[in-house]
T-cell receptor, first 111, second 114 residues
Framework: QKEVEQNSGPLSVPEGAIASLNCTYS??????FFWYRQYSGKSPELIMS????GDKEDGRFTAQLNKASQYVSLLIRDSQPSDSATYLC???????????FGSGTQLTVLP | NAGVTQTPKFQVLKTGQSMTLQCAQD?????MYWYRQDPGMGLRLIYY???????DKGEVPNGYNVSRLNKREFSLRLESAAPSQTSVYFC?????????????FGQGTRLTVV
């Protein structure tokens, strides 16, 4: 079983729709959870972090965390073509000395 | 504010050649990492340095060596390049003592071994 699993996609949504990206993880000690966005040919950039169960909203982005289910998700409301990218999930336990990434979900927002 | 800087951005090597990828960060982070990214494989950790003076193997260390030169710099060396090492390499840094400890990435090095 992989430590971090994401739907590989590709996921296609029409412009203006809600895109839902999911991630499950195996390390129950995970305390910090990060979502990175990676445009084609570019490096990953941090877009959201969440540390507590529940929802965290930042503009059009909402991260949702359920530690009991070992599940974290990212919702993108009013999706735009500029949101087309690969989204990487990265949980981290307090004792971990490095980040483990999921393989990413490729999102395409269709105009 | 440069963040994490990698050199070079592009490199073509012949099989058997050696090279060193350089990485420097100016965020005073204690931890630094080298990842490789292949199509469909996500980011795979090669080596990391949790603090100055320490280095540890990651998921795919074979064929690589690293040096944590000082707190700012972390280099990755390919002693005898192989076509299987064709990939995009990312250096990253983080402050594991901070809340979260998220990583910040350099712009990447696209390496082709022919």
């Amino acid at each position: 079983q992989k430590e971090v699993e994401q739907n590989s996609g590709p996921l296609s949504v029409p412009e203006g729709a809600i895109a839902s990206l999911n991630c499950t993880y195996s390390d129950r000690g995970s305390q910090s959870f990060f979502w990175y966005r990676q445009y084609s040919g570019k490096s990953p950039e941090l877009i959201m972090s969440i540390y507590s169960n529940g929802d965290k909203e930042d503009g059009r982005f909402t991260a949702q965390l359920n530690k009991a289910s070992q599940y974290v998700s990212l919702l993108i409301r009013d999706s735009q073509p500029s949101d087309s990218a690969t989204y990487l999930c990265a949980p981290r336990s307090g004792s971990a000395r490095q980040l483990t990434f999921g393989s990413g979900t490729q999102l395409t927002v269709l105009p | 504010n440069a963040g994490v800087t990698q050199t070079p951005k592009f490199q073509v090597l012949k099989t058997g050649q050696s090279m060193t990828l350089q990485c420097a960060q100016d965020m005073n982070h204690n931890s630094m990492y080298w990842y490789r990214q292949d199509p469909g494989m996500g980011l795979r950790l090669i080596y990391y340095s949790a603090s100055e003076g320490t280095t540890d193997k990651g998921e795919v260390p074979n064929g690589y060596n690293v040096s944590r030169l000082n707190k700012r710099e972390f280099s990755l060396r390919l002693e005898s390049a192989a076509p299987s090492q064709t990939s995009v390499y990312f250096c990253a840094s983080s402050d594991l003592m901070a809340v979260g400890g998220e990583a910040f990435f350099g712009q990447g090095t696209r390496l082709t071994v022919v």
